[in-house]
């Protein structure tokens, strides 16, 4: 049996195939960390957002047991570690923002950064909703919402949509 020989032809890609596979791995790829990106900004924006709708219904819930809960929620620029919220009925609680990375930054702003659970489970002031929106800053198109809605003060974790926060849409 003899082995046939190659001739150049049949020795592999020539210059421009192998630009154009190159090209095409690039464009992927180029789209693949853009798409992972994104997803990473949504759930470190996702991970504070379910953060403090967690924290503040555990002060609403300590308010319940006799001692009225002043909560401050600190608005403005806030990074990792930073104290984005803080109660009187947990005052060894403050609620921190978790570090994801020393350079991740979030916009926090709030319709009323003050407010009281009552022991009665009420929330004083009863003006309306109190809204609290979290984003990346600068922003990066990815923003949640806390909703504490009625006298009762229900906490609901919500998306931004047409600048409003929506609680109808899941995270």
Do not use: K
């Not at 150049?8 to 693949?32: H, T």
């Not at 003050?114 to 009863?126: A, H, I, S």
């Amino acid at each position: 049996m003899r082995l046939r020989s190659s001739t150049a032809q049949e020795q592999g890609m020539s210059l421009p195939e192998l630009l154009v596979v190159i090209s095409i791995l690039g464009v992927l790829v180029a789209l693949g960390i853009d798409s992972g990106l994104r997803e990473w900004h949504r759930e470190r924006v996702n991970t504070v957002a379910i953060e403090l709708a967690g924290w503040l219904e555990n002060a609403r819930r300590a308010a319940l047991r006799g001692e009225a809960c002043e909560i401050n929620i600190v608005t403005g620029t806030l990074g990792a570690t930073d104290t984005l919220a803080t109660a009187t009925c947990m005052p060894n609680w403050p609620l921190q923002i978790a570090t994801s990375t020393n350079t991740t930054r979030y916009s926090i702003s709030a319709e009323t950064s003050r407010f009281l659970f009552t022991p009665r489970g009420t929330r004083y002031p009863n003006t309306g909703p109190i809204t609290v929106t979290i984003a990346l800053n600068p922003d990066q198109g990815v923003s949640r919402c806390i909703s504490l809605q009625g006298l009762l003060g229900v906490v609901s974790p919500g998306r931004i949509i047409n600048g409003a926060c929506s609680l109808d849409q899941r995270f």
